[in-house]
């Protein structure tokens, strides 16, 4: 399980990333979004918790209500925001990890390069900008989002 505290920036993206997306999955009814405080239990064990997870309704049938205790597999969709502290390998391992526990779509957020990383298997496929969109695809249709809104500098 990943534990440690992030930096502020770190914390502003999940959670505006986060809400962007969790507010667009409850109005067209597609699962449900959790924060990186959700664990989720892979077939060998491990506990991974993504910065920004969402879990399509159709692996939620039967529940009413979240598990109260970790989700047993990975998310659709694993958001990783980068941090000073983490290393390419740590990285790599769960991006495959996720991959291996039927993970549909990985997105990683390079906060200090103002960049984003698609990824549909273990290597990344899409490089997207500032300048971009960052789309939801099959996983989350018709969810969109310029890249640039991650990385904004305050108006206030």
Known sequence: ????????????IGSLLGGFLAIYVLEHKLGIVCDSSTAFTLKNGNKRSP?????AKERLKGL???PRG??????????????????????????VEYFENDTR????IHPD??????????????????????????????????????FEEWDF
């Not at 399980?1 to 914390?11: A, K, P, R, T, Y």
């Not at 910065?51 to 879990?55: C, G, L, N, P, Y």
């Not at 779509?105 to 990683?108: P, R």
């Not at 990383?117 to 969109?144: A, I, N």
Request: aromatic content about 10%; overall charge negative; proline content about 8%.
């Open 51 to 55: 910065d920004v997870s969402f879990v």
């Open 1 to 12: 399980m990943d534990l440690g505290n992030s930096g502020m920036e770190h914390g502003r």
């Open 70 to 95: 970790f989700f047993q597999g990975s998310p659709d969709l694993a958001v990783e925001i980068l941090s000073p502290n983490n290393t390419v390998e740590e990285l790599h391992e769960k991006i």
């Open 113 to 150: 390069e103002k960049y984003l990383l698609v990824y549909h298997s273990p290597k990344p496929d899409r490089f997207l900008r500032p300048q971009d969109r960052l789309d939801g695809e099959v996983v989350v249709p018709g969810f969109s989002m310029a890249v640039a809104e991650l």
């Open 64 to 66: 009413k209500r979240p």
């Open 105 to 108: 779509l990985v997105w990683v």
